[in-house]
């Protein structure tokens, strides 16, 4: 497809397998970029930090002015990075689009958008790339009906275009931390915005500068696609939004372009990506589990463990900012300290889920899960995420129950992106 999806290695260990840090009370670190910071992991305690009006997101503008803690912020306009009356006004407006009757109505046509590319894939035959044959088409067709971009004329997405903008989105947070030119709509919302990486690709100046321009064109295109919504709504996500967001007034601009931009870019991306770890753990690992996926509970409490225990990416947490000084677990976090919460250890904390990733896939997790985080930043694609996995599992273990790799997890090549990594492919036959 585009240059920049080369971009691939195949020598990193599948998501699954990823090391997190153990969970233990709080503790002062040291981030990749070199910023102190107090790491927090056990479960009990993440969810505290993350309900904690205290620990604040915004407040990390004053953090440094380079690396992996002043990228994330680096975007004041995204939902992500505003906190308190702002940000509650953004989400409630966001919120006001995506309400249960919406969703209950995008549910049928998600799920025939995911039968037909299953139906695709059986009639081309294996062999095949369960990436460009499944992964990838499912979300792309549910972003661009969602948000009204699958028809004719300007606003209509394809695939190369959507992905070219999405790689210069990911990419974004790193070239900020190389000083390489950046520019355009936030990315970091959909993907969970953690922002640790445990491996940061040095950009070179010519990608940097290519995805300069695919972001330039991202935000031309978006604002073009608000302001033809506000002259002629229809009933898709953007005309809901940009309803919401006039009639609630004192939403700026530039956080509504900020907004479509992530839901359609990211939102796509974290889907495929979350589709294409969840396919290389079931099929490398788990062969004996996947005809069991043909039952609809246990494709529902599959999908729900996947979205659990497999990270999204590299990133180690995300991080926040205390206003005040906190207790939490033991330990005092001072006032103006850096907090970074590591959602993959307390998802894996053995005094709250005791049996781990390699238990029966069919059973409940033992507790809620953090892997969309929690208060008043909880993912607001949660819903769309475990509907899409879930019916994705589903339909292909019921259509291929005899589904296989053809090659070892270990040669697979890996799509990276700032905050996501994924397969580039992932080869099968049946
Ligand atoms: C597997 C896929 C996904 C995962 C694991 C994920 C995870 C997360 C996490 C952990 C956060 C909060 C980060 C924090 O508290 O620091 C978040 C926020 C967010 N997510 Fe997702 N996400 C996924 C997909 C999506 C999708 C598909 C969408 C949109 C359609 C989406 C939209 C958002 C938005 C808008 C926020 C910011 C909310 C706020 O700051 O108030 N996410 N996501």
Do not use: K
Request: aromatic share 4%.
């Amino acid at each position: 497809m585009e240059s920049a999806a080369a971009d691939t290695r195949t020598t990193l260990p599948p998501l699954h397998r990823l090391p997190v840090s153990p969970a233990r009370p709080p503790h002062p670190t040291t981030l990749p970029d070199g910023t102190p910071a107090w790491l927090v992991t056990r479960y009990h305690d993440v969810r505290q930090v993350l309900g904690d009006p205290r620990i604040t997101r915004a407040d990390l503008h004053d953090v440094g002015t380079a690396g992996a803690t002043a990228d994330v912020a680096a975007n004041p306009a995204s939902l992500f990075n505003q906190d308190g009356p702002a940000h509650r006004r953004l989400r409630g407006t966001v919120q006001r689009a995506f309400t249960p009757r919406a969703i209950a109505g995008w549910q049928p046509w998600v799920a025939a958008a995911v039968q037909q590319s299953v139906d695709a894939l059986v009639a081309a035959g294996p062999p095949a790339d369960l990436v460009a044959a499944f992964a990838r088409p499912v979300p792309f067709a549910v972003t661009t009906r969602l948000m009204g971009l699958d028809g004719d004329g300007p606003d209509s997405l394809d695939e190369a275009r959507l992905h070219r903008w999405t790689l210069a989105l990911l990419a974004q947070g790193e070239e900020a931390a190389a000083g390489e030119p950046t520019g355009g709509p936030a990315a970091g919302e959909a993907a969970g915005g953690q922002a640790i990486g445990r491996q940061a690709a040095e950009p070179a100046a010519e990608q940097a500068a290519d995805h300069a321009e695919a972001l330039a064109e991202y935000a031309a295109f978006t604002a073009e696609l608000i302001a033809r919504r506000r002259r002629e709504p229809g009933d898709d996500l953007v005309s809901r939004l940009v309803r919401a967001a006039d009639q609630d007034g004192g939403i700026p601009e530039e956080s509504l372009v900020h907004l479509v931009a992530g839901l359609t870019a990211s939102g796509n991306e974290s889907v495929a990506g979350a589709l294409g770890n969840a396919l290389v753990y079931l099929l490398g690992e788990r062969a004996d589990h996947w005809p069991r996926l043909a039952d609809p509970d246990t494709a529902e409490r599959t999908a729900e463990r996947l979205l659990h225990f497999i990270p999204l990416g590299d990133d180690e947490a995300t991080i926040r900012r205390a206003t005040a000084a906190i207790e939490l677990g033991g330990a005092t976090i001072p006032a103006d300290a850096v907090v970074a919460i590591s959602l993959g250890s307390a998802n894996r904390d053995p005094e709250v889920y005791p049996d781990g990733l390699d238990a029966d896939l069919g059973l409940p997790l033992a507790a809620p899960t953090l892997a969309f985080s929690a208060g008043p930043h909880y993912c607001i694609g949660a819903w769309r995420v475990r509907l899409e996995m879930r019916e994705s599992l589903q339909r292909l273990a019921t259509a291929l129950p005899g589904l296989r790799l053809t090659s070892p997890v270990a040669d697979l090549a890996w799509q990276l992106g700032g905050t996501t990594r994924s397969p580039a492919r992932i080869p099968v036959t049946w």
